[in-house]
């Protein structure tokens, strides 16, 4: 794999889509990336108007997802924005949930594949990232990208997963919080937030190797799991729990506000200072 890691700051927001205003504002803030969610179609047709928009910030996929995604018009994509913005653009990709993909099948050989088609078109290594929990698909994360994206983890995890893909891989774990210190109404929040997951057999393995009990990841989840995955209390706080993951080996944190997202912003700007962000 390549020696050169990729550069986003040590925080970024992580979110389903972000406007172009909110991408401006987000930049502002002193976050080096905003990461977008799902799985977007091929085209990624929506990067380029956040990167116009804004001057230093990068943009990240969290994940593009190979079953729904050809690597032909990925690569296209890749090359049509890092040709207008190079280096602004990570390409973060994976294999989903077997539990949601009918195609579903022999995931790792699939990922394989695919990250072989990238290079076939040129995508270099040190622009694309992939979505890893357990330790076969770390290693490879490391061997065939600039790193990997953990998501729904832990800083002990970050700590394992940097100990598996060694000191020169990316390593870019997504962690929650909600901007509350009643702690009730944060795990409320955090349990809406992980509802879906309960049901995928990658996520609730990757639990139990933490240590975290049958009944525990099982719907509707323990206090203990989601306090361990979603952040809340004051500001400072959730800052220090989000640093866990630096301590642990992290280079990069996208950090995911469970809020509407007229209020993403004002929760990303309370944070900035705790976090020890530095505004434009």
Not at 88 to 98: E, K, N, S
Not at 121 to 128: C, D, F, L, M, N
Not at 160 to 174: D, N, T, Y
Request: hydrophobic content about 40%; proline content about 6%; aromatic content about 8%.
């Amino acid at each position: 794999m390549t020696s050169t890691k990729p550069n986003l700051g040590k925080f970024g927001s992580f979110g389903r889509g972000v406007t172009t205003q909110q991408a401006k504002e987000i930049e502002a803030l002193g976050y080096g990336a905003v990461w977008v969610g799902g799985s977007p179609p091929a085209e990624l047709a929506w990067v380029e108007p956040i990167l116009e928009a804004t001057t230093t910030l990068q943009v990240a996929t969290g994940i593009v997802n190979i079953w729904t995604a050809a690597a032909k018009p990925v690569a296209e994509s890749f090359h049509r924005i890092d040709k207008a913005y190079p280096g602004r653009f990570l390409l973060g990709i994976g294999v989903g949930h077997r539990e949601v993909i009918t195609e579903y099948r022999k995931p790792y050989d699939a990922l394989v594949d695919y990250l072989k088609q990238l290079d076939d078109y040129g995508v270099p290594t040190e622009r694309r990232v992939v979505a890893a929990l357990g330790p076969r698909v770390l290693e490879l994360s490391a061997q065939r990208s600039a790193g990997a994206h953990p998501y729904l983890t832990t800083p002990e995890h970050t700590a394992r997963a940097r100990q598996l893909i060694g000191p020169s891989a990316f390593l870019a774990p997504e962690h929650k919080a909600v901007l509350t210190t009643d702690a009730e109404k944060a795990r409320t929040v955090g349990r809406r937030a992980l509802d879906m997951y309960f049901n995928l057999a990658n996520y609730r393995n990757s639990w139990k190797r933490l240590g975290f009990a049958e009944d525990e990841v099982t719907r509707p989840g323990s206090d203990r799991l989601v306090d361990a995955v979603v952040a809340y209390g004051t500001p400072e706080a959730i800052a220090a729990r989000l640093k866990e993951h630096l301590d642990a080996g992290a280079d990069h944190v996208p950090v995911q506000i469970l809020t509407k997202d007229e209020n993403l912003v004002s929760a990303l700007a309370e944070l900035a200072g705790p976090l020890g962000l530095t505004k434009a």
